[in-house]
């Protein structure tokens, strides 16, 4: 039924006229989940990416690692003055190869620089304890630089200093559980 102007009832289909085109189908809906998944992904390997850098990926069958904390360096610092004192040449030895102590097949001039730490620390002081770890400076979680105070009692030729308090550096590393003491380089002493 047409309208008064010759036009279909509202509800009513438009009949076809060889003058109107034919009616074109309207387009399919856009899927939108296909994008929102894909950047969900993308967010989420982001966030993976960024939180693996800051934190550091780790090993599960690493072993557990020392805490490299002031408390710690001051009982490693002392440990390796004790080695120095004594002449134990293993244990100064482990520590300045840093790590690479049990990689090496021949130790003898490991041994030997060891050997001459030990007797160039003997001959300046018979005994040195760490009376503080005055600053730290990391430079990865896993090593750093520390800045110690130590009393020294010097040998029993040379007692001018006995007593004094001398600040020396020690590099820092955490190996296999353990805190070793790479390098050990005393402060100068008095004014020039």
Request: a negative charge; aromatic letters at 6%.
């Amino acid at each position: 039924m047409a309208g008064p102007y010759g036009s279909p009832e509202p509800g009513q289909p438009v009949p076809y006229s060889p003058a109107l085109p034919p009616p074109l189908p309207y387009p399919p809906a856009r899927r939108r989940a296909p994008l929102i998944a894909a950047i969900a992904i993308g967010v989420a390997t982001a966030i993976a990416v960024v939180t693996a850098v800051v934190f550091g990926v780790r090993d599960d069958d690493a072993a557990p690692t020392a805490a490299l904390t002031p408390t710690a360096a001051q009982h490693a610092i002392q440990n390796y003055l004790d080695a120095l004192s004594d002449g134990d040449i293993q244990t100064i030895s482990r520590n300045t190869l840093c790590g690479l102590y049990d990689g090496v097949k021949d130790r003898r001039t490991d041994d030997a620089l060891a050997r001459l730490s030990s007797e160039t620390f003997r001959k300046q002081f018979s005994h040195a304890e760490v009376t503080s770890v005055d600053t730290m400076v990391f430079t990865s979680t896993t090593s750093a630089q520390a800045l110690f105070t130590m009393r020294v009692a010097p040998t029993a030729g040379n007692r001018t200093d006995d007593g004094a308090e001398r600040q020396a550096v020690a590099q820092l590393l955490v190996h296999d559980g353990q805190l070793l003491v790479c390098s050990y380089v005393q402060r100068t002493a008095g004014t020039f």
